[in-house]
């Protein structure tokens, strides 16, 4: 930061799936979401992506159990 003040983490914040775009559009917009988290931060991409990626698949799997 430019002040010099310490940069806090943010709390997760809550996954938001937009199903009217593709899966793969979903996951990179959540990895896009924990990069800004993380402070812009640049060498966790993948991280960033495999998080994302598990997030989106645990809602969609939570989501099919709850239709049964």
């Not at 997760?12 to 959540?30: C, F, G, K, T, W």
């Not at 993380?38 to 960033?48: F, P």
């Amino acid at each position: 930061m430019k002040n010099g003040a310490p940069h806090k983490k943010a709390a997760r914040p809550a996954l938001h799936v937009d199903e009217r775009v593709s899966l793969e559009e979903q996951i990179a917009q959540r990895a896009h979401e924990l990069w800004h988290q993380r402070g812009r931060e640049h060498g966790s991409d993948l991280a960033d992506w495999f998080q994302a990626e598990r997030e989106v698949n645990e809602w969609y799997h939570r989501r099919m159990a709850q239709a049964r």
